[in-house]
């Protein structure tokens, strides 16, 4: 069984560009991001990373630390790095996991148990390892989304989901399609109309199931 919603992610002890470190300490109180890849020097991995180091301002905003994870080794990452701060134009000051052993990938379910890296291996022998994991302060896996290695991702889309992820943990609100910080949420079905009028104060009941108040964020 693979890593799913709510569990609790495992506690390895990885090897990075920055030292060995406890995946459960360097969660510690805060949020994290682990965002993976399947080979270092890559294209579409490249700009992904720089969007990660551009974005280092908005992690700290939102209390949030972010990790990488390549199949490489430290070596190749600290040269990699130099790359991505070229393209991004910003500092890659997060750490990479070199998880040349699949250890991570495996734990995380973006390999199967029996997957290996041959010599002479390219991307596409990791090819699924290019997901995106949202970790709570509990250690606990409250988003994932994996991407194909043609497509970069969206991190104006991951900072929206680590906002509405906050928002609902912090407010107890559930947010609908396409939300944005600062605009109305939903009230969850769990909650009374009465309760919601104490909580939120006026609420809009667009369906039965369906009732919307100001967002308190």
Same mark, same amino acid.
């Given at each position: 069984?693979?890593? +799913?919603?709510?569990?609790?992610?495992?506690?390895?002890?990885?090897?990075?560009?920055?030292?060995?470190?406890?995946?459960?300490?360097?969660?510690?109180?805060?949020?994290?991001?682990?965002?993976?890849?399947?080979?270092?020097?890559?294209?579409?991995?490249? @700009?992904?990373?720089?969007? &990660? %180091?551009?974005?280092?301002?908005?992690?700290?905003?939102?209390?949030?630390?972010?990790?990488? &994870?390549?199949?490489?080794?430290?070596?190749?990452?600290?040269?990699?790095?130099?790359?991505?701060?070229?393209?991004?134009?910003?500092? %890659?000051?997060?750490?990479?996991?070199?998880?040349?052993?699949?250890?991570?990938?495996?734990?995380?379910? #973006?390999?199967?148990?029996?997957?290996?890296?041959?010599?002479?291996?390219?991307?596409?022998?990791?090819?699924? &390892? +290019?997901?995106?994991?949202?970790?709570?302060?509990?250690?606990?896996?409250?988003?994932? #989304?994996?991407?194909?290695? @043609?497509?970069?991702?969206?991190?104006?889309?991951?900072?929206?989901?680590?906002?509405?992820?906050?928002?609902?943990?912090?407010? /107890?609100?559930?947010?609908?399609?396409?939300?944005?910080? /600062?605009?109305?949420?939903?009230?969850?079905?769990?909650?009374?109309?009465?309760?919601?009028?104490?909580?939120?104060?006026?609420?809009?009941?667009?369906?039965?199931?369906? +009732?919307? %108040?100001?967002?308190?964020?």
């Amino acid at each position: 069984m693979g890593l +799913r919603i709510n569990d609790t992610i495992p506690d390895l002890t990885v090897e990075t560009d920055q030292g060995s470190i406890s995946l459960h300490e360097f969660v510690g109180d805060s949020w994290a991001i682990l965002f993976s890849h399947p080979k270092d020097f890559t294209p579409v991995c490249t @700009t992904e990373f720089g969007a &990660v %180091a551009q974005l280092a301002d908005e992690w700290a905003k939102r209390g949030t630390k972010v990790i990488g &994870v390549s199949v490489d080794g430290v070596e190749d990452h600290k040269k990699w790095k130099g790359d991505i701060e070229t393209v991004a134009g910003a500092k %890659a000051g997060f750490p990479i996991i070199a998880d040349i052993g699949l250890e991570v990938s495996k734990a995380f379910d #973006m390999l199967p148990a029996e997957a290996y890296l041959p010599d002479g291996r390219t991307p596409a022998d990791s090819a699924t &390892v +290019r997901s995106v994991f949202i970790i709570g302060p509990d250690k606990q896996l409250k988003l994932s #989304m994996t991407y194909p290695m @043609t497509v970069g991702r969206n991190f104006a889309e991951i900072v929206r989901a680590l906002d509405a992820l906050q928002a609902s943990a912090e407010h /107890g609100i559930a947010t609908p399609a396409n939300w944005t910080s /600062g605009e109305d949420v939903i009230i969850p079905a769990s909650v009374s109309d009465a309760d919601a009028k104490e909580k939120f104060g006026e609420f809009e009941t667009v369906l039965p199931y369906l +009732r919307k %108040a100001k967002s308190p964020v």
